[in-house]
């Protein structure tokens, strides 16, 4: 009698060398594209398979969760699982795995970018270049404002947010931290834990490192934007829906603060027009994990928690609620 092996649904086209590690033992149903599958078709190719391996916009809700009557794991190539419904698959026995560590180096390099390139207006300067908006030196054309000596505030103590604070001694920075009581705070000395009022009132640059749950969405709103100081940058590279991207167009007009950098939105693919249209606005396309390196180790990662899941083995990384 032939054993029939396992099978898997991956929502997106990934590495093939990766995808190899899943034939030996897993069935694969492989969406080659780059679009997002829309929610009926995961819903129906969802039917008959023990495996998914899905993306941060996948939204794995309980529909989605009940239509997979013979799920067993659910492995997001992310760190992030706000798409997912954890409690449903909880509840249905279905193991929920992530990828944490492996791209906190990446997003921490992002997040860097993202200062530099407000605080010393990069974007900005590259597009005057370019349109030939660039005459001459002269002594006061495109002044931005030094990091040295000045204080970043850190919203979420994380492995990305601890990371990010880790690079702040080489530009003589000091670090002030918001987090929650937990484990995360545990991780950081106590002396640079600071309310995240006092976080807004004192740093020069607030970086947000925060997973996207009920209490963080909006946690920058029109009242904690106008509590930052009008020198100051607000950097996101965690989740779009933790800033009401209406309130920032708002303080930004108002020049309530300096400027942003934004890698992730409320409504990705779009951007609010309020920011489309300011230079002193860094706009990446949520690109915080998307090197090479970390792209290929995440997708191995999936299919490791995969293959050790429905081979009867406990998951790699799986996801504490
Ligand atoms: C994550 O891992 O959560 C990123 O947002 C996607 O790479």
Request: proline share 5%.
């Amino acid at each position: 009698m032939t054993e029939t092996k396992p099978a898997v649904l991956v929502t997106r086209r990934m590495p093939s060398a990766v995808l190899d590690q899943l034939a030996p033992s897993c069935l694969v149903d492989l969406h080659p594209g780059t679009d997002d599958l829309p929610h009926e078709e995961v819903c129906a190719r969802l039917r008959g398979k023990q495996g998914l391996i899905c993306m941060f916009n996948d939204r794995i809700d309980a529909a989605a969760i009940a239509a997979g009557d013979s799920l067993r794991v659910i492995a997001t190539v992310a760190v992030g699982f706000d798409n997912i419904d954890v409690v449903a698959a909880a509840a249905r026995g279905i193991v929920v795995t992530n990828t944490p560590d492996i791209l906190t180096g990446a997003t921490a390099e992002l997040t860097w970018a993202l200062i530099l390139s407000v605080t010393r207006r990069i974007g900005e300067a590259d597009r005057a270049v370019r349109r030939g908006g660039w005459t001459g030196w002269t002594f006061d054309f495109m002044l931005g404002s030094e990091l040295q000596g000045k204080r970043l505030g850190i919203v979420g103590a994380g492995r990305i947010g601890r990371a990010v604070a880790a690079v702040a001694p080489a530009f003589d920075m000091q670090v002030v931290f918001a987090a929650k009581p937990g484990a995360d705070r545990d991780s950081v000395s106590d002396e640079t834990v600071v309310s995240l009022d006092e976080l807004l009132l004192t740093s020069d640059v607030v970086s947000l490192h925060l997973p996207l749950t009920e209490t963080t969405r909006h946690v920058i709103n029109r009242r904690t934007l106008a509590r930052m100081k009008r020198s100051a940058c607000l950097i996101n590279t965690s989740r779009g829906p933790v800033v009401d991207e209406e309130a920032l167009s708002w303080a930004l007009e108002e020049r309530l603060i300096a400027g942003a950098g934004l890698d992730v939105f409320e409504e990705e693919p779009r951007v609010h027009p309020g920011l489309l249209q300011r230079e002193n606005v860094c706009l990446t396309p949520h690109i915080g994990s998307a090197t090479r390196e970390t792209r290929a180790a995440m997708a191995a990662l999936a299919v490791r928690n995969v293959v050790e899941v429905l081979g009867g083995r406990p998951a790699v990384t799986p996801v504490h609620r």
